[in-house]
């Protein structure tokens, strides 16, 4: 643990994919409980919004003392008053998630604190493993659970990936007591959300396999090709070696052996 | 002669040493928060509540009932005379006779407890409980020898000095055991803090064959949510803890103890006297926790329990079967200390294990422990054609649907209770969409938070509509329906589908063949029985479908745990054996080919047992299996069908 | 497979000469029978064959090399020359950084190139599809997958992960080119951080998760995929997977472009390389290869090693779990983790509803078990049925077999 950095997390209203209710975002939780690991209590937390929001509270019961609401209004864009206050009190790392869960989702809020601030910005990081010299060493998510190490200096922006350690449960008394900090800020109306259309999602439909076939036997060809699936292959006879063989021709075939 | 003056100051000096022991004892249980009791009528209602209440309990072991009886009789009655003819000296024969007759009665009594401890059993604790006997014996024997001069048959002065100096010892040892040792903290500190017990119980409904197993709701303004160090105790549980005689009866029925789970309830009740009094668990002489070493446990009253006392993994261990309050001879409330400890952990630690925190979360996201989509919980009934309470507003019976809407095997026993409600031509509607979960779950997790948010709004949701009973297959919600909302508001008549259908079938409602196939057994889910004491109807359920049911050894009031209570399955605490396995051997020991249940958890506890093993069935599903649909309704239905096609 | 047709001497021999014991095979049906009222039948189903373009013809020789000519030709059929889709002088251009994961056009990629052609259909003037390259690549069909122009960046600055480097290039590209879109896949395979910080460098608003854009409006998933936010099409998007049709029909030019000034700055990300993942310590719904132990496991001892020779993340059942074989984290199902591996290998289960639900997401299931009637046979794409201790025995080989050869080719 690190209690001389300043780390800050900045934390959304997330919603649950299910129920669409509010909820702490999973990234953003991540995000503070990164920064619980790194500097204990110090992290500071930051949400602009309503400080009436319920569910900052759920972020609150992982064991914030406090939490820090730029005050804005429903339409105004969050990321330029972050920006100001980041850029006002300067720590050293700052904290997001990747994608908010609600509201445009665009996952721009990190880049474009970066931009501001001009400082450097790691994306989709899993953890941060060590700080030191002013220097820290990041291990960033790749896909199917593979990591890159990289190395930064300090200050930065970090976008807090899924594949971080999942965050700490959410303790309903610490989160009753800890004290919302609301502070008014300037706010600027984002003028290109107002003019966005938004309705619940429509399903998206499935690409068919288009046919374009050139000449009559492929078009037969298409038309009576067995489809897919109905039972796989069953080997049931044959000696343990060729079964295995079978096994091990298909995890080459699929390129999951290393 | 010695004795004629030093008994009477050795008595005077026991009773004042008495005295600052109970003063001592009375302050430790005072640091515990205030319950309202009615001290006076407490007081009153103690003699019955003992004599009656405890003993029937006690009188399930009739050895020990008779023992105890002789014991504790003989003792009390010796001290009476002992202090009228020794203290107060009286001079009356008769006095002295009957205070012969009485230490007689006590030395009887105290020469079984002596063969009980020869060979006694693991559950029993050993240590200072082995010096016991002796010192009723002891204490018996030398008040008799000491009165026989007082009743003339022995000369005074009988014996010299040797003998005096003997019977002074004796008296010493006896009085300090017996009178001194029962306030200060010896064995018979069970008698005196027992019987303060009684008179002053958290949960005085369950005297005079009440009954009283709801949990009491969390203050959420409270500056500590749950119990973090003993002093957050009641005063009165504090006094309960106390009362324990470590007779091991929990111990030898708790299902997590017998799997080999870090929980024994006689080692947690007196790890919550370590608390109360402060020390070690180093002396503690009976079965430690499974696992845990004895030595290690350190505790005082305002230093945190799970920090050095108690285990999380042992609290988290139980199952809220309640097997161990049912079997508990002083009536000590295991359950509600334990989900007063946990709800500390969950509200103020976070730190429920195992899945805990993501049912929890899913909870209060979606209204359903797995996280399914709110508005998708009727899709069990599409084909089912049910009335909804928001469309018609009024029904006879609410249906109560529970979680089990989301699993497709409760779905099979959700649609053999329908078709039986169908078949009955049943009024019946269930809340469809507005249904939430009981909080059965959040509850025993310790959150109560989420419990009472989910029971507001669904006493709120039903307070809206009219109906005259609930009727759910879930024992669980059916207990919380029952038991838990009346603290918010919502006072139903409910019943279990059990109960229901047996009504129905007694009123002719609905035609049943009889059961084709084996031996069948039944498994009493314990949010059913124990807690709610339904034992009879689903019996005569299956009397009534031709089955004789071949009883587990462990059965009714007795039945051991599926294993699935408690939230357990969640926070899956290791052990060395699977509760549902140990309880499929019950089923197996019968030699039954169907477990006949009443309970969706049971039913998925006892199917996740590894096959071979007799079938597990809810009664709804065999009681439709053999409905008998009349030819009435049947017409009936294809009119109904023209009608909807035309 | 070669389109040269090539005669078979034997076969067409053997055709032709009626006493040979393989005639009956190798003469194609017989046209002409007596049937039985002693008419002659003709079946003009077994007159004539396919020729080499496809088309059926009838051979005058009797069939007496209808057999040979058969086999070949369905096959090869001609491959018919795409039209040559040509933008000469264009006058803007659709710029699409594309991911080229493993070197190669993704699907994603070709996605995006097709929207690209989209946005330039039907608009006004000469538009052509600019496709960004950073590093080497194995890409051989940049012209079927629609790439106009192709502006390839190479040098040793593009190796590893450099997404400054690159950004700083992207508005080089910006300044010389000034594209009309800018259109990058929105995926994690690093067109969404590209796009993100191009947007945030030049001040642009982008749509991401655009699903369904044309000139005037995009509709994009938004509020974590509950939400579809329809707005007015910016410059810079990020594109959704399947947003648009793939070029399937045209050929196109892939004339090599220049950017004029290299930019060149200095990386504040230093990349160290990718750590090396014990596939153990990959979280089960991560986990890209999985194999699964169950209740017929029978030395568990074999399992581990051959999970550990396979390279593959360790699952298992519920009762494997319960019986304390495998901690509870590795439990697989819907009362565990519900996994998307690419291929699962269940060895030993026989497929409880909760675990079939948890792999419902995998790609390629594979079933090892004694019983052939389980449900995860079923729903397995192979299955062998045996004795699994024998089975993996002969796959731990394998495996080492084949590491010790990868080893020696390395060498």
Known sequence: MQPELNIVALVSVGQHPKSGRARRAEQDARAVELGLRLSGEKVQV????????????????????????????????????????????????VLTGVRAESGESSGMTPYLLAEKLGWPLVTRIADIAKIENGEAEILQALPRGQRRAIKVRLPFVASVDNAAEAPRQSAYGPGRRAQLEPLPWVEAADEVRASFDEAPARKRPKRLKMVKAKTAAERFKAATAKSQGGGGRIMKDEPPREQAQAIFDLLLEEGVLR | ???????????????????????????????????????????????????????????????????????????????????????????????????????????????????????????????????????????????????????????????????????????????????????WGGPMKHAFAGALHLAFHRRPERFGGGRSTGLKPVDLDAPVLGVQKPTDFKWNQLLGFDACVQCGKCEAMCPAFAAGQPLNPKKLIQDMVIGLAGGTDAKFAGSPYPGIELGNAKGGPDST???????????????????????????????????????????????????????????????????????????????????????????????????????????????????????????????????????????????????????????????????????????????????????????????????????????????????????????????????NGEYESPRELLAALGIQVAEMERSGFRSRCCGGGGGAPITDIPGERRIADMRMEDANATGAELVAVGCQQCTAMLEGVVEPRPEVKDIAELVADVLVESAEPASRKRDELAVEVA | MSDIIRRDPRAEWIARNRLHPLHAEMAAPVAETRGPSGLIRKNPHAVGFIGPNGIKRIDRMGGNSAAVGMRRGAKSAQQVELPLHKVESPDFYVVAVVDMVGGRLTGHDKDVLGQAHKLIRGAEGNGA????????????????????????????????????????????????????????????NGGNELGCRLAARLGERPATQAWQVDRETSVCRGSGGLQDITRATPRLLLLAEECADQIDETRHEVLAVELDTRPSIINRLQDCGQVAVDPNSVSLAEAEFILSAGNGIRDWEQFHKAAEVLGATEGASRVAVDDGYMPRFRQVGATGTWVTARVYVAVGISGAVQHMQGIGQCDKVVAVNTDAGCDMVKRADLSVIGDSQKVLEQLIELARDYRQGGAENAA
């Open chain 3, 129 to 188: 599809v600019m496709a960004v390259v950073f590093g080497e690549h194995k890409e051989e069909a940049f012209d079927k997958a629609g790439v106009d122009r192709l502006l390839h960046l190479t040098g040793s600055e593009f190796d590893g992960y450099c997404p400054e480097q690159k950004v700083a290039n992207l508005v080089e590209i910006e300044k010389q080119y000034q594209p009309r879109y800018w259109l990058f896949p929105d995926s994690i």
């Open chain 2, 1 to 183: 002669m010695i004795l004629d003056w030093l008994l009477p100051v050795l008595l005077l000096s026991v009773l004042a040493l008495a005295l600052a022991g109970a003063v001592r004892r009375v302050s430790l249980w005072r640091a515990g928060q205030p319950s309202p009791v009615n001290i006076i009528s407490g007081l009153m209602a103690m003699p019955r509540r003992y004599l009656v209440d405890l003993h029937h309990v006690v009188e399930r072991d009739k050895y020990m009932s008779n023992t105890h009886v002789a014991t504790a009789g003989g003792f009390v009655l010796s001290l009476v005379l002992i202090l009228l003819v020794h203290l107060f000296g009286i001079e009356s024969k008769l006095l002295a006779w009957a205070l012969l007759a009485s230490s007689v009665l006590m030395f009887v009594g105290a020469t079984f407890v002596y063969k009980r401890r020869k060979n006694p059993p693991s559950r029993l604790s050993k240590g200072p409980w082995m010096r016991l006997p002796k010192s009723l014996l002891v204490f018996s024997a030398t008040f008799f020898i000491i009165t026989l001069p007082a009743a003339g048959i022995l000369p005074e002065g009988f014996g010299g000095w040797v003998l005096a100096l003997i019977l002074a010892a004796g008296v010493v040892w006896g009085l300090g055991e017996m009178v001194f040792g029962m306030t």
């Open chain 1, 46 to 93: 930051l949400h602009a919004g309503d400080v009436a929001e319920e569910s900052l509270r759920s972020y609150a019961g992982m064991g914030l003392k406090q939490l820090r609401v730029l005050q804005q209004s429903a339409g105004a864009d969050a990321s330029l008053a972050l920006g100001d206050y980041l850029s006002e009190h300067q720590p050293d790392i």
């Open chain 2, 305 to 531: 329990i799970t920090e050095g006392l108690v285990n999380p993994d042992t609290l988290w261990s139980c199952t809220t079967c309640r097997a161990c309050v049912e079997e508990c001879p002083m009536m000590i409330e295991h359950v509600d200390a334990i989900v007063d400890m946990r709800r500390f952990l969950t509200l103020e630690k976070g730190n429920t294990p195992g899945k805990g925190a993501e049912v929890l979360d899913n909870l209060i996201a979606t209204d359903n422990p797995n996280g399914f989509e709110p508005g998708s919980r009727m899709n069990w009934a599409a084909d089912q054609n049910l009335k909804v309470m928001s469309e018609v507003k009024e029904a006879d019976v609410l249906f109560w649907v529970s979680d089990g809407a989301f699993d497709m095997r409760s779905q099979r026993i959700l649609r053999a209770f329908v078709k039986l409600l169908k078949a009955a031509n049943v009024d019946f509607a269930v809340l469809g969409d507005e249904e939430r979960d009981s909080g059965d779950v959040a509850r025993r997790l310790g959150d109560d938070a989420t419990f009472q948010s989910l029971a507001k709004r669904n006493v709120a949701v039903m307070n809206q509509y009219r109906f005259k009973r609930i009727v759910t297959t879930d024992p669980h919600a059916f207990h919380v329906l029952k038991n838990e909302y009346g603290d918010f508001g919502g006072h139903y008549e409910v019943l279990h589908h059990t109960t229901f259908i047996n009504e129905l079938v007694k009123e002719g409602r609905i035609q049943l063949g009889a059961h084709k196939g084996g031996t069948v057994t039944y498994h009493d889910p314990c949010y059913l029985g124990r807690y």
